[in-house]
Every structure is written in C-alpha cells, then in structure tokens.
C-alpha cells in the first residue's frame, strides 16, 4: 500500500484546511486508516482514524468538533476536513494505513500502522 497526503498549507487562526490521503497498491487489505500529525520537537500524535469499509470514526479528543474524517472508497482517498484551526495544530501531518482489526485505543498508536504517506505541512498563524 502506497499513501500520498496532501493538502496543507498556511492559515490564519479560525480557517479550514482538507488535507487529502491517496491510496494506491493493495488497498483491498486496509482495515482503517489513520491521521497523525508532529510538531518540531514533539512526538507524532494521532488525530483521527476511520474504518477503510463500513463508516466507524475514532477522535483523538484534540480533534473531536473541529476536525472530520472521512473517506471515497471508489477514489481510494480518505479527507481530513480541519476547521477552527489553531497555531496548536501547526504540525506536519501523516496519514498511515493498518491492515490489522484494530479498533478504538488502538488506532491511537503508531506500531498499530503498517503503511505511512510522506506527510503535509500545516502552519496556523495567530
């Protein structure tokens, strides 16, 4: 499985980005796919995951009002749509595919990821 995000960019406090994550390869094997995101200096963090059939969210509670997963099977892709964005969630952003039936606390850690895409960056200014 080969990811590919994209969509980040420079916004002002309080703006929306979608960051977008392409897969390609042996999609058919995925179970969910996952958003992290890491800071200069930090640790990589998890953001969001979905079930890559069925419609099954899981948030990290950072995320949870602000930012939406979802996914298109029939395009491969799964969408990150982050409103009321904050300089906090300034951070590179990676999405990552499992191909485990992991759910729920699981998905918010990285070993539980087989597949990662090259990340985005995203820069919140105040």
């Known amino acids: 499985v080969q990811l590919q995000a994209s969509g980040g960019g420079s916004v002002q406090a309080g703006g929306s980005l979608r960051l977008s994550c392409a897969a390609s390869?042996?999609?058919?094997?995925?179970?969910?796919v996952g958003w992290f995101r890491q800071a200069p200096g930090k640790e990589r963090e998890f953001v969001a995951a979905?079930?890559?059939?069925?419609?099954?969210?899981f948030y990290a509670d950072s995320a949870k009002g602000r930012f939406t997963i979802s996914r298109d099977n029939p395009k491969n892709a799964v969408y990150l749509q982050m409103n009321s964005l904050k300089p906090e969630d300034t951070a590179v952003y990676f999405c990552?595919?499992?191909?485990?039936?992991?759910?729920?606390?699981?998905?918010?850690?990285?070993?539980?990821?087989?597949?990662w895409g090259q990340g985005t960056q995203v820069t919140v200014s105040s």
């Open positions: 990552a595919s499992g191909l485990s039936p992991l759910w729920g606390p699981p998905l918010a850690h990285t070993p539980t990821y087989d597949y």
């Open positions: 979905i079930r890559w059939s069925g419609y099954s969210t």
């Open positions: 390869g042996r999609t058919f094997n995925i179970y969910a």
